[in-house]
């Protein structure tokens, strides 16, 4: 990979004409918010704020936003060409996740050059935007990575978790029992013992590409490795075993009580949905420590998904959830997948080769980790249909879906806590584990039971279409096109 940290990024970035810097002073409260907003709704440059309100004097001055909402920046934290496609950037990512790279350990590193403990811990000192009106806090977790460890067999779990600043050494999260920090927390609880956490800000472009994408051959550490062609390298935190990148810009570091009667009110805030997130009584870091190299730089990304609106969850998601998507349907050895995209339907083209295809697709993605945040709505479709056009797919739906034996919902009560459409009560991570949602299937295949071949359509199982002309006309018509004086 050409670069191995956020500072050698930001070059890149610079050179590239693919980031500005903001020198005038901007405010943290709303303003910062409204900038990005309309930087990322214009397509346009990454941002990083050098004069900040209230951070003219504290260690932390400086944030970076929008490091990946576009495509061609997704495609340079790969090292590849700015222009390279979708499809080729799911290509390459797919086959970098098959050759995983384990990380290296280091006795030191930048991230340590400065250490902050007890009294003098303030997390106030991090210039972290109020991104949305409504939100209860400011928001320090919004692009970062949530890293934890198994008790049980050190195994790393590296995350994309919301979390506010609800005091100088607190911090409200939204911990989701069916994800992967989840489980690790669990086994803490029925230990009895505080699980240790980092909070991981500022790194190598592939921690947060990784750390917001449900991996599930490949733990997050090997791929990042796998991303950049080479061992990532970690240090040991200062107060606990967890291991965390040696570059990274900043750690903070502490631990969550396993007693639910510590948890404190955290939310509401504006989700990648595009609508709050609810307000309740949920767990609470307590930090012991952070840790920056000199002069930090802050990592952050304004959430909501809204129509012509691409942020770096949208930009990033698009290449990383199709690339996930592919793998666990090739682990479930289904034959015929010719393209795809993962959000925010996942969509399915194949080769069809047995009645029941698009049903076991369906049920290959239900039963993975892939479910629990992504795949509400699956559609699966024939290799003639162009998935990146709306209208083909309409027509798609329009030519092949029977709505009463083709459109199927499933009740698998598991799924995304942040889906609005849930009630309140279903939305209940603490109560459910995730959210209970149910999905849905579109089969805009052909129903081979319906439609045999037949030998009079050209051994077809519909009839011919009507919308080529004969190869002869297309050529007289090309070969006279001048002579007719329509344009």
């Known amino acids: 990979m050409a670069f191995i940290s956020l500072r050698e990024w930001v070059d890149i970035l610079e050179s590239e004409g693919e980031l500005r810097r903001v020198k005038n002073k901007v405010d943290w409260n709303g303003e910062i918010a409204g900038i990005v907003s309309r930087v990322y709704a214009q397509r346009g440059p990454a941002l990083l704020f050098e004069n900040i309100k209230d951070h003219e004097n504290t260690w932390c001055q400086k944030l970076l936003v929008g490091g990946l909402s576009k495509k061609s920046r997704v495609a340079l934290t790969m090292g590849m060409p700015k222009n390279t496609t979708q499809p080729e950037l799911v290509k390459l990512l797919r086959k970098r996740f098959k050759e995983p790279v384990p990380p290296e350990i280091l006795d030191n590193g930048p991230v340590k050059e400065n250490i902050i403990r007890g009294d003098d811990i303030d997390l106030f000192q991090i210039p972290v935007p109020l991104w949305h009106p409504l939100d209860g806090g400011r ?31 607190k911090m409200g999260v939204l911990l989701i029992p069916a994800q992967g920090w989840g489980g690790h927390y669990a086994k803490y609880q029925r230990m009895g013992k505080p699980m240790p956490v980092a909070m991981v800000y500022g790194c190598d472009l592939s921690f947060g590409f990784m750390a917001a994408t449900p991996l599930t051959s490949i733990n997050e550490y090997e791929a990042m490795g796998a991303i950049r062609q080479g061992p990532v390298p970690l240090v040991k935190c200062e107060t606990s075993d967890v291991l965390v990148p040696a570059i990274a810009e900043i750690v903070v570091e502490g631990t969550i009580s396993p007693d639910p009667a510590s948890y404190e009110m955290e939310g509401p805030f504006g989700e990648w949905t595009g609508y709050y997130g609810t307000a309740a009584k949920r767990p609470v870091v307590q930090v012991d420590c952070i840790t920056h190299r000199n002069d930090p730089i802050y990592r952050g990304n304004l959430e909501g998904l809204k129509t012509g609106m691409v942020n770096e969850d949208a930009a990033s998601a698009y290449v990383t959830m199709s690339a996930v998507v592919w793998d666990v349907l090739e682990a479930n050895s289904i034959p015929g997948i010719i393209d795809l995209v993962a959000a925010p339907w996942t969509i399915v083209k194949i080769r069809k080769t047995y009645q029941g295809q698009a049903r076991q697709i369906a049920a290959a993605l239900w039963g993975s980790r892939v479910a629990v945040n992504f795949a509400k709505t699956v559609m699966v479709v024939e290799e003639d249909v162009d998935i990146h056009s709306l209208s083909s797919l309409q027509l798609a739906v329009q030519t092949y879906v029977d709505p009463i034996k083709d459109v199927i919902a499933f009740p698998l009560q598991l799924g995304s806590s942040l889906d609005v459409n849930l009630s309140s009560e279903d939305r209940n991570e603490l109560l459910y584990g995730a959210g209970r949602q149910n999905k849905l299937l579109i089969d ?20 011919p279409t009507c919308t080529e002309q004969l190869p002869e006309i297309e050529e007289l018509v090309a070969s006279r096109w001048q002579e007719y004086g329509i344009d």
């Open 444 to 463: 805009a295949t052909i129903d081979w039971e319906k439609h045999p071949v037949r030998e009079e359509w050209g051994n077809r199982r519909l009839p």
């Open 139 to 169: 928001y320090i977790n919004t692009w970062c990575g949530v890293v934890t460890m198994d008790p049980d067999t050190g195994e790393h779990n590296v995350g994309m978790y919301r979390a506010a600043i609800s005091g100088k050494s």
